[in-house]
């Protein structure tokens, strides 16, 4: 059993799905967004864009501390 469990909520692995599953919302949205016949806030599909390309980011550093590629 855990001690704390809080600790757990905020566990790399947690975090890194965490970030994929926003990661895939966002992707949604925005693909939604382009495909939409009505005009699109360009400002706010920048935003959405940058913001997902953040998110790959942490995704990205939150494999790196689960996975190291060289050894510790």
């Not at 966002?26 to 998110?55: T, Y």
Request: some cysteine; hydrophobic content about 40%; aromatic content about 2%.
């Amino acid at each position: 059993m855990m001690d704390n469990p809080s600790e757990d909520l905020r566990s790399p692995q947690r975090q890194l799905i965490a970030c994929q599953m926003a990661h895939a919302d966002l992707d949604a949205l925005i693909d939604q967004a382009v495909l939409s016949p009505s005009p699109v806030d360009e400002l706010l599909l920048r935003r959405l864009k940058k913001r997902r390309l953040a998110l790959r980011d942490q995704i990205t550093q939150l494999q790196w501390m689960l996975d190291p590629k060289e050894p510790a």
